[in-house]
């Protein structure tokens, strides 16, 4: 049996182990400055393995820095030793329902740093499309307050980063001598978690202002490359000047999309609309239906093009025709194929002087291609998105959300002809909630399987705001509410069998105590005290979160508890993983969980019944199941 790690990867290590498989010969041994002996990459047998110059610290080089940035490369490759626990009188079913827990949308509460870390194995690569709102830095933004004072070994020890009250959000002002180091080091090692779960497919789409979209686009040339910058869409967020401002009135704002791989995203197209469609007619009465149609001229002139020099015939006035300047778009061949489809129109007796050719609308399903500049009658404002929310929750109490028709449209992008109505939507600074809003909305549309995973820190509403006094006392609970009520309006208005509920989780210290993690920094007189190496208020569902966590089954999967002779039984995804957590467990119950097959099979370590049964466990699997992982913790 397999012990179980129970924390989030180590990064650095992962990365290291890659480059000391690319190149073995670099792997060497050094002394560090305490006088250990420590691994290290010679770097001239890696300059000569690469053939490139290495950059020595003082040398002049292209480069993006900041104070601070290298401990926010560590920082975001560290391991954490935490978990997520389950929130069920917060979830919503499927249908519905309070507290139901048969939903596939996940709504995570805590810093959402610790959640990317929480989820790198489990959804790696799994994630068709990021959209993040993050703090602008303005001045007055809040943003994460992240402890480099700690090195990077301490970091997975600290439990204690998010207090109860989620006080880990700090006031940036412009008056602070770190205002814009601060805000890169709080977005610099999300953006490089959130990366890593992007599909190959990927996108991510950031909303910024002008504050920080220069520097938010450095970043992510340096986190996605910029050979994977894909566009900067212009959105008209307001169409009302405002005579306040002093200067000029901000009427659009920027929308940063970026690939996770850009050859894996040969073309995007968006939804047609019905404006779109408008321009589509048959007055030909044409079997294949409606069309509209382009100019058959060439802009170039003879001269430029004669290879696209020739005469036409108009079959209906039975003339031949050549443009007495330009040429045609087409060579000769194409031409005559156009003839045998029947594609030029020359007018309905024949008037035209030069032909068009026929566009049909039944060739354009595929979508149409996207523009980068974004009208606010399709993707809304901030200001109904305001006048939405207040309607949905009763009072104003949370400002500048955006538009849910905004974020629909990012999701609705079609990618490489695939519409990607079953894939997962992440957004990490959820918010108010509407990523989740717009899901549902978009879901009940086009009766789409978008699930999404949401995050967002608890920070406090404070006692004098009116989200308080209407019993919210963090982000967190709006958030929630929205979603409940958005998700009811839908199923009122359309009826449409979609996913409307959710399942709530939380951020919090692992199960296991420090003994599980660190053994030999327990003496041995103590180690009576820890007969138990898991926490006392932790339940047999919080060890099957962590464990899933562990062994990459989604947190959307189907739970069930079962008995077997005698005993609690978890089986998750139809019986890929089964777990027990209860004591005394018998060779009854062992051999029981192998003849599920299942592919893990977890136990506590200190729960078997006897020696004997311990002794047993590996034979009982090895006779009924000897493909399935056996783990303890």
């Not at 992007?198 to 504050?211: R, T």
């Not at 509407?434 to 820190?457: C, F, P, W």
């Not at 078997?608 to 002794?615: M, R």
């Not at 009982?620 to 493909?627: G, H, L, W």
Request: charged content about 30%; aromatic content about 10%.
């Amino acid at each position: 049996m397999e012990k179980l790690k129970m924390h989030t990867p180590d990064l650095a290590e992962e990365n290291y182990k890659k480059l000391a498989a690319l190149f073995p010969d670099a792997v060497t041994e050094t002394k560090d400055e305490n006088g250990n002996t420590v691994r290290a990459i010679d770097k001239d047998v890696l300059m000569q393995e690469i053939n490139a110059k290495v950059v020595d610290n003082g040398q002049e080089r292209y480069q993006f820095t900041w104070p601070d940035k290298r401990k926010a490369v560590v920082l975001a490759n560290a391991p954490i030793a935490k978990t997520l626990r389950f929130e069920k009188e917060k979830s919503v079913g499927r249908d519905g329902t309070p507290g139901g827990t048969d939903s596939e949308n996940i709504y995570i509460e805590g810093d959402n740093l610790d959640a990317l870390k929480l989820l790198q194995e489990t959804y790696l690569g799994k994630v068709k499309m990021i959209y993040i709102d993050p703090p602008y830095n303005t001045g007055n933004d809040f943003i994460y307050e992240d402890d480099f004072s700690q090195k990077a070994e301490n970091y997975a020890e600290n439990s204690g980063q998010t207090d109860e009250e989620g006080n880990r959000l700090v006031q940036n002002s412009e008056s602070n001598g770190r205002f814009h180091t601060d805000w890169l080091n709080m977005l610099y090692p999300r953006l490089c978690l959130a990366k890593d779960l992007l599909a190959n497919d990927g996108l991510i789409f950031i909303s910024i202002d002008e504050h920080e979209s220069h520097n938010l686009r450095k970043i992510c040339d340096e986190i996605f490359g910029a050979q994977n910058f894909i566009t900067q869409i212009v959105w008209e967020k307001r169409y009302t000047r405002s005579n306040n401002a002093r200067r000029f009135t901000t009427l659009t704002e920027p929308v940063v999309c970026y690939a996770k791989n850009i050859m894996f995203v040969s073309d995007i197209k968006e939804r047609r609309n019905e404006k779109a469609d408008s321009i589509y007619s048959n007055p030909d009465n044409d079997p294949r239906g409606p069309w509209t149609s382009v100019s058959y001229v060439n802009p170039a002139s003879k001269n430029q093009r004669p290879n696209l020099v020739y005469k036409l015939h108009n079959p209906i006035t039975g003339a031949d025709v050549e443009h007495p300047t330009n040429a045609w778009k087409y060579e000769r061949a194409t031409y005559e194929k156009h003839v045998k489809e029947n594609r030029l129109y020359w007018g309905k007796n024949g008037e035209n002087v030069y032909p068009r050719l026929k566009k049909y609308l039944f060739e354009m399903e595929g979508g149409m291609v996207p523009v980068d500049l974004w009208r606010q009658q399709i993707t809304g404002t901030t200001d109904q998105a305001s006048k939405e929310l207040e309607s949905l929750l009763g009072r104003k109490i949370f400002n500048f959300p955006k538009p849910k028709e905004l974020v629909m449209r990012i999701v609705s992008l079609i990618i490489n002809g695939n519409k990607r109505e079953n894939g997962i939507i992440l957004d990490f600074f959820s918010g108010s909630g509407t990523s989740a809003h717009a899901v549902m909305q978009l879901n009940a549309e086009d009766n789409g399987h978008r699930k999404y995973i949401l995050m967002q820190l608890p920070a406090e509403t404070g006692e004098t705001s009116e989200a308080y006094k209407m019993g919210y006392k963090t982000i967190c609970d709006i958030g929630e509410e929205r979603i409940r009520r958005a998700g009811k309006k839908i199923k009122e208005e359309t009826g449409a069998d979609i996913d409307y509920g959710f399942r709530c989780f939380r951020v919090d210290s692992s199960n296991m105590k420090d003994v599980y993690y660190k053994p030999s920094d327990v003496k041995q007189a103590e180690l009576d005290l820890f007969t138990d190496n898991i926490k006392e208020d932790r339940t047999p569902e919080d060890l099957l979160i962590q464990v899933m966590l562990d062994l990459g089954v989604l947190l959307s999967s189907k739970v069930e508890e079962e008995e077997m002779a005698g005993k609690k039984v978890f089986s998750v995804a139809d019986g890929y993983l089964i777990a027990c957590f209860d004591r005394d467990v018998t060779d009854d119950v062992v051999t029981a969980i192998a003849r599920k097959h299942p592919f893990y099979a977890v136990f506590r370590d200190s729960s078997f019944s006897s020696d004997s049964v311990a002794a047993n466990f590996e034979q009982i699997f090895d006779t009924y199941s000897p493909q399935t992982v056996r783990k303890v913790l």
